[in-house]
């Protein structure tokens, strides 16, 4: 039988910023581990972004080798507890496991989890290579690249926009998902190798590509993130009380805007309308619950069945009390004195799959009101162009598909600069998450490595 984590009770846990689930104990780990059938033909391998040799990992944990099972992991991923927490494995590693043909799959991302957070990185001797590496952006991609270079003996050294590390990790993903210590830890381990962290600086203003290259950087890789938000285009997306989703979980998770005491509070109405259906959504209403909204929507314009967000995340935030309205498309915002006053939706029905493979939403004519002060937009982002802009000042002018992001060599992530990688949300392949950056990371420091070696 598959072991269950203990979770945090779910009418206490819609008041603090605890995480929700707790670790495995050990004698939960080994009997989870116990279960593997350790195929010969590992298709939880194939499932995972970055390789990591999951029967390897739980064999080496199932005979009671945990610093083993922990250097196992860390030969890919250099952040186990994050990639345990946060990563889809239900449509990845544990989607394969052929356990779930006719059961319940091994609990892959439990045991990831508890390896990592009961062990730490094996410290490794590093022959300096002469080589000097710049990466922009510290979330999942940039980290994992930095690891890869840094084991290569390469000089590394990440540059931050914002006054902490970490990226949509920390500023994204609320701490009941990710705990700030877990983050802190895996951070650190990358300063112990040796990998230098420049916080505040924004590449394409405060300093420039053509610069980097003229310190001394032989080579550089961009994974800045995608920080512009998708809005809806639609009546009253301006008033007061509209937030996207990055403003929203940035201000609560990187300001603590939900304390009356910080100089940027947040204002708490009564209800508010979650626009979406993704991770991103999810995280945005469960914040919601904590910081005192009393109602609680998540409005989707198709229905539960096409929801996009981890069930696991589904699950939590109906237990937190979020309410759910599906088949309903934003029509407009309604104002009052420059305030949300209320939402406007179509009611909507289900056509013919779209490119994706989902059935269209399609409108019926029909509108129906929500009675709501506050919205927030959870539909996406998109590239911000600054880095774009200012290399083209600089003449560097990069290729860049119809929606802003760079087109990069799907193996290489090799922009159409010599010398210059990018990966991550800047150049999104596939779905957009933790581990797929981390692919696009380990990719990049493999043909930088390449490239410097020649």
Not at 108 to 126: F, K, P, S
Not at 183 to 188: A, Q, S, V
Not at 201 to 230: N, R, Y
Not at 330 to 354: A, R
Request: proline share 4%; net charge neutral; charged share 25%.
């Amino acid at each position: 039988m598959r072991q269950r984590a203990v979770e945090q009770d779910m009418y206490e846990r819609r008041h603090n910023f605890d995480a929700v689930e707790e670790n495995f104990t050990p004698e939960q780990a080994n009997a989870e581990a116990s279960r593997c059938l350790n195929c010969k033909n590992p298709q939880c391998v194939k499932g995972c972004p970055v390789n990591i040799h999951i029967p390897d990992f739980i064999k080496a944990l199932k005979e009671g080798e945990l610093n083993k099972a922990g250097n196992i992991i860390r030969e890919t991923s250099m952040l186990p507890s994050v990639c345990g927490r946060v990563c889809p494995q239900e449509r990845q590693c544990e989607g394969k496991c052929v356990l779930g043909i006719k059961g319940e799959p091994i609990a892959i991302g439990a045991l990831e989890r508890y390896v990592g957070d009961n062990t730490t990185a094996q410290e490794t001797e590093i022959i300096p290579s002469g080589k000097k590496v710049a990466i922009v952006g510290s979330g999942c991609a940039g980290i994992t690249a930095a690891a890869d270079l840094r084991k290569a003996g390469h000089d590394v050294t990440i540059f931050e926009a914002l006054h902490k590390f970490g990226g949509v990790l920390r500023y994204g993903i609320p701490p009941f998902r990710l705990p700030r210590k877990v983050l802190d830890r895996e951070i650190e381990s990358l300063k112990k190798m040796g990998v230098k962290f420049e916080k505040n600086v924004i590449v394409g203003k405060s300093i420039t590509l053509k610069q980097l290259k003229e310190d001394g950087f032989d080579a550089i890789f961009i994974c800045s993130g995608a920080g512009l938000p998708k809005m809806m285009n639609i009546h009253g997306e301006n008033l007061n009380g509209v937030f996207s989703a990055n403003e929203f979980l940035t201000r609560v998770n990187l300001m603590q805007a939900n304390d009356d005491k910080t100089a940027t509070p947040l204002k708490v109405g009564k209800s508010v309308a979650v626009i979406g259906g993704g991770n991103v959504a999810m995280d945005a209403a469960r914040t919601a619950v904590r910081v005192g909204f009393e109602k609680v929507y998540i409005v989707y314009r198709r229905t539960e069945t096409e929801l996009p967000a981890r069930l696991e995340e589904i699950r939590h935030a109906k237990e937190e009390g979020v309410q759910f309205l599906f088949l309903r498309a934003p029509k407009q915002i309604y104002d009052k004195e420059g305030y949300v006053n209320g939402m406007q939706f179509e009611v909507m029905e289900l056509g013919e799959p779209d490119e994706s493979g989902r059935r269209s939403p399609v409108g019926t004519g029909k509108f129906v009101d929500l009675d709501v002060d506050t919205v927030i937009v959870a539909l996406g982002t998109g590239p911000n162009p600054i880095i774009q802009k200012s290399a083209k000042t600089d003449g560097l002018d990069f290729e860049t598909d119809r929606r802003g992001y760079f087109v990069v060599d799907s193996e290489t992530r090799e922009t159409s600069i010599s010398q210059i990688y990018a990966g991550g949300d800047v150049a999104p392949v596939g779905e957009s998450n933790a581990i797929n950056a981390m692919g696009a990371g380990k990719k990049a420091a493999k043909a930088i490595c390449e490239y410097l070696s020649k």
